[in-house]
């Protein structure tokens, strides 16, 4: 099934409601609530807003996934990737190169040779044709680049006795309301929030991960006599 039929099928079916005549009361048509669809991991399969399909509902609703966690509808796991890559910061991309490089002391010999002639003609043309060169290389120097890391990243799990739940957040005055109700047979969950509230002073709930930074103890540990 195609993600847009799947999305079409989503949202005629919110608009059905089990009343006498059919009509709901509040349907997401409705421009004070948001609906989504989240998965038991808590990404988005369907919003309004189609750029936040795929992403985590925490991104889009920090406070509403916040409180969720507090009131146990979801819980967090720390997961580990061992074989990461993080950014590195780089003090220089060419001096290994410049000792490697057998034709570097020559072509560097030449250069300093041409400048001594060309210096007396054309002064001002040789001093600019050799700043252009340094600030090259100053950009060259300092750029980063990718190093295998150790890395930990939040992944989150909805709670399976837990079926429906409603709450509030406090938002500086005004209360956010949702309601979070699990899709029968399905590991779906429809979200329905608020959104009269500015709740921008919780930040958003992300999975970005996380570099492990290791801490070598051994020297300390060996002038303390712990090590022999």
């Known amino acids: ?28 048509d409705d421009e004070n609530i948001n609906c989504y669809l989240i998965d038991n991991n808590g990404f988005v399969l369907v919003a309004e ?20 966690l507090q009131m146990g509808s979801f ?21 290994g190169h410049t000792l490697l ?16 002639l060309v210096i007396f003609l054309v002064e001002f043309n040789v001093y600019s044709w050799w700043h252009s060169d340094l600030t090259a290389k100053a950009q060259r120097i300092g750029r980063s680049m990718q190093v295998p890391c150790d890395t930990e990243y939040p992944a989150f799990i909805s709670e399976r006795t837990i079926k429906e739940n409603t709450g509030n957040v406090d938002c500086g005055g005004c209360i956010k309301s949702f309601v979070i109700q ?12 608020d959104n ?7 930040e958003p709930i992300t999975m970005d991960p996380i570099e492990i930074m290791y801490i070598l103890y051994w020297q ?3 002038e303390l006599g712990v090590i022999e």
Do not use: H
């Open 49 to 68: 807003d189609y750029t936040l399909t795929g992403k985590f509902f925490g991104e889009a609703e920090g406070a509403v996934m916040s409180k969720l």
């Open 75 to 95: 819980k967090r796991v720390t997961l580990y990737d061992y074989q990461a890559l993080c950014w590195a910061f780089s003090e220089s991309s060419d001096s």
């Open 1 to 28: 099934m195609k993600l847009e039929f799947f999305q079409k099928k989503f949202w005629t079916a919110s608009r059905q409601c089990a009343a006498l005549d059919g009509k709901c009361s509040i349907s997401c």
């Open 196 to 202: 009269k509230c500015d709740c921008s002073m919780f």
């Open 220 to 222: 300390k540990t060996r």
């Open 182 to 193: 699990q899709i029968p047979s399905s590991n779906l969950f429809m979200v329905v929030v």
């Open 101 to 116: 490089d057998p034709y570097f002391a020559f072509f560097s010999a030449v250069k300093w040779i041409l400048t001594e």
